[in-house]
């Protein structure tokens, strides 16, 4: 499984990279913004982990449009951000995203997400 | 004589004015048919004998003096302004970012140590051999190098923080050289300044924060799954 972690922060990048290494996740590919992102979401890409707040293009955004093409419609994507309304959290569901976790978060708690993303999308 | 004081100035004027206010009703008496020539000329030559009227041109002097005096004084708030507001923001703008990126760089320094340590780690189990105890102590060691990177998040968030509060003095300091600006005239010849560079707000949240973070997520689960079967 190849996870796309994308977000604006080098240091946080790597610490997503190492979480999800810790639980398994072997292959991580990266993304400075929502944009380069998109050149990066090929058909190897198994699920997207993406910050909301980047330059660019934001993780909205990119949600959005990875929603809009028929190549990465049904692609799962973990919203990991600091931003924590229920208006926010309504605008990440319209969008597309299929899972929600707030930062600073544990490597057990983006598991449990991603787990529980990949379970529902093979339920689907 | 004071010029800025109207109370200590009218009493010097006080009777020509009355004169003329006086001189102006008889001549509107006599427009509209009220009143007669006599009292309008009798007010006239009392206005010509009012020796008050002869100071007025000191009255003027003292009055320029004063705008004068009052112009430097408000050339000195804007000095004032420059010097202890919009200074001091720009500098503590700049300490900030100082903040920020040294924060950044120390982050980055941790993460390679804990990188390092992790190889390390692996290295030592390799050499210590395969053992189920000490298979299980170095999987210990490793969970807690893990967790030290994910206490590293702090500087993501602080970054987003202080961006909010640099994003907050670019805002105050605006208002200040507008303000600066006000009191300022070509001949004074000084410049407001190269102002702050604001973040893009799109790139941070300013409302980023480290704490209580197990009941938020638990509000942002319940807030999605409510949401979510909405779609």
Redesign the interface.
Known sequence: MKCLVV??????R??VV??LK?VGMAEVAEAGDGQEALGKCDAAIDLVVTD????VM?GLELVKALRANPATAKLPILMV????T?ED??Q???AGVN?????????Q?LKEKIDAVMAAQGAA | MHATDPVRISPEAEPALTLLTELICELQALEEGRGGIRRAQGILADLGLEPNLRHLPKVILTVYGEIGAALRGIRLSRETIQSYSLDRLRDTHSKLSEVSSTT?SA??EM?NG?DRSLAMIDGLETAQGAGTETHAQFDAL?AEV?QL?????????I??QLSGVAALLVDVEQRMATLAQLFDHPATGIAAGAGLAAA?P????P????RN?AE??A???E??GL??P??
Do not use: H
């Open positions: 977000d604006d922060s080098a240091t946080m790597r610490i190492n979480a810790s909301w707040n980047m330059p934001g951000t600091t931003r924590g229920k959290i309504l990440a569901v319209e899972n929600y976790i707030l930062k600073p978060f544990t490597p708690l | 950044e982050a980055m993460l804990l490793r893990n990177y994910g206490c590293l998040q702090f500087q993501d968030i970054a987003q893009d799109e790139t941070y949240n409302d980023a924060t480290t973070v938020r997520q509000l942002v689960d807030a999605f949401a979510r909405a779609r």
